[in-house]
């Protein structure tokens, strides 16, 4: 139990374009859901928490225009990477929580974007 | 603001040498203590949560303990696909899970 997917795993964009990434919680619905980013051996950064039906909460120095989110079910958020450039490339992996934001979450394979 | 500190950075273990990772915090009121497993580029897997001190969990050939300071992870007889980063992070009073940098373990046939 408690999976959650991502897609795609692997992205190469050229840079001004937009990229979307998908998060789906396969066999629970999620109350909660997070996006992190990863830079090489570094710990996890949380961008922005989402609940079903409202607006992400972003966490200091996030762009919420460059980084849209949207949780638009129980079971579905995408992360649209707007505009995007080289420093944007990093590995963005999303969570969800079957209760709230302080909750163990469960966690994606994470996608690993690449702009050229 | 919560903070956790995780130690040693990287690991390296014989298979078979039992060890414990460590994971210093500090949280404004803990909600939970949370232990993930996170293979290279991939995401975390959840191992354990603890919510008390005192409280003890095991799986396999882990098992993790918690203080009103610390949490270990011990590893015993660790095997080779038991090598990995192991993460550790808290949620307390400000309502949000912290992450410590986690530990590298890797162990050697």
């Known amino acids: 139990g408690a999976v959650v997917s991502q897609h795609p795993s692997r992205v190469i964009c050229k840079s001004g374009t937009s990229v979307k990434i998908e998060c789906r919680s396969l066999?629970?619905?999620?109350?909660?859901m997070f996006w992190y980013r990863q830079f090489p051996k570094q710990s996890l950064m949380l961008m922005a928490t989402?609940?079903?039906?409202?607006?992400?909460?972003?966490e200091q120095g996030v762009e919420k225009d460059k980084f849209l989110i949207n949780h638009a079910s129980l079971t579905l958020s995408t992360l649209t990477v707007t505009s995007a450039h080289p420093e944007d490339s990093s590995f963005y992996i999303c969570s969800a929580s079957q209760g709230s934001s302080w909750d163990e979450q469960y966690f994606g394979p994470g996608t690993r974007l690449t702009v050229t | 603001e919560d903070q956790v500190t995780q130690s040693p950075e990287a690991l390296r273990l014989q298979e078979g040498e039992s060890s414990s990772l460590n994971c210093s915090y500090t949280?404004?009121?803990?909600?939970?203590l949370f232990w993930y497993r996170q293979d290279p580029g991939k995401g975390p897997e959840f191992l354990f949560t603890l919510y008390s001190a005192g409280e003890e969990k095991e799986k396999e050939r882990l098992k993790a303990t918690l203080t009103k300071k610390e949490s270990f992870l011990h590893i015993t007889a660790p095997k080779p696909e038991d090598s990995a980063t192991y993460l550790c992070a808290v949620s307390g009073g400000y309502q949000k899970v912290t992450f410590g940098t986690g530990t590298k373990l890797q162990v050697i046939p």
């Open positions: 066999d629970f619905q999620a109350t909660t």
């Open positions: 949280v404004s009121g803990l909600r939970g």
């Open positions: 989402s609940n079903e039906g409202s607006k992400a909460t972003y």
